[in-house]
């Protein structure tokens, strides 16, 4: 078993980011009610969620996600002032595991609320696209063959491109 | 002194979470990664045949960068979150 980096960190710098690293699995529509229930000001809430899959051609039993404590917080609160830069955002949530996860658990939640669905829709999408390409998570998959480091795609690099 | 981090394969490979790096004067990030290259086999496999990303205190730099004493130096392969 690789080092796990324990414990619960989160910080909350704009009062509007949301930002936590959990070592534990987590409830999506949690983090979801919890923007229903803070915002009355915007029209749009998208949310995105990521999970661990299982697929029959290529077999997961678990997954690692190791990150860099202190950068890994620093780096979303920097993809999400870049967000902001370009639209008019209300909340933003993002959560992201840590340690181990098992097929359907939650890897990431992101959740978005502005004035305007168009608004809301492509920050989650910038949001994720950023995340993918400069947060320092690594996973690393236990199959039945053995376990591997996902290499990094350069499908995530392009789709951060576009932007 | 700076103090260099090592994440994913690398950490796993080189059997290193951490280590110190005495510094006399300012070196590139360059510079660092063919010093590291040379401590053996595992080593030059890691930072001069394959990808490594570097953050200096904690944000993503190139091999450009100049290192000063009491920076902290993570190296690490691309990220491969969300």
Not at chain 1, 70 to 87: Q, S, V
Not at chain 1, 134 to 149: C, H, M
């Amino acid at each position: 078993m690789p080092d796990s980096p324990s414990g619960e960190t989160s910080a909350t710098a704009p009062a509007n980011n949301h930002i936590q690293i959990l070592d534990r699995a987590f409830e999506p529509s949690a983090m979801y009610q919890a923007m229903l229930a803070t915002d009355v000001h915007h029209g749009a809430l998208v949310t995105f969620t990521g999970m661990v899959r299982d697929l029959a051609a290529k077999p997961v039993n678990a997954m690692f996600l190791e990150h860099y404590p202190g950068m890994t917080e620093r780096a979303l609160e920097d993809i999400i002032a870049k967000a902001r830069t370009r639209w008019v955002l209300g909340q933003v949530s993002i959560s992201h595991r840590v340690g181990m996860l098992y097929p359907g658990e939650p890897i990431v939640f992101v959740g978005v609320t502005s004035t305007h669905r168009r608004e809301a829709f492509e920050a989650c999408q910038f949001l994720m696209d950023f995340l993918k390409m400069d947060a320092p998570f690594w996973k690393k998959e236990f199959t039945p063959d053995g376990e591997r480091w996902v290499a990094a795609k350069s499908s995530d690099c392009e789709a951060a491109k576009r932007w | 002194m700076i103090k260099i981090l090592l994440f994913a394969q690398l950490r796993e490979v080189l059997k290193c979470h951490r280590l110190e790096f005495p510094l006399s004067t300012p070196l590139s990030v360059a510079e660092l990664k063919s010093q590291l290259a040379g401590r053996g086999d595992l080593w030059h496999l890691m930072f001069a045949e394959q990808e490594v990303l570097v953050a200096v205190n904690q944000v993503m730099r190139d091999n450009e960068t100049m290192l000063v004493s009491g920076d902290e130096v993570a190296f690490f392969p691309p990220v491969t979150g969300g």
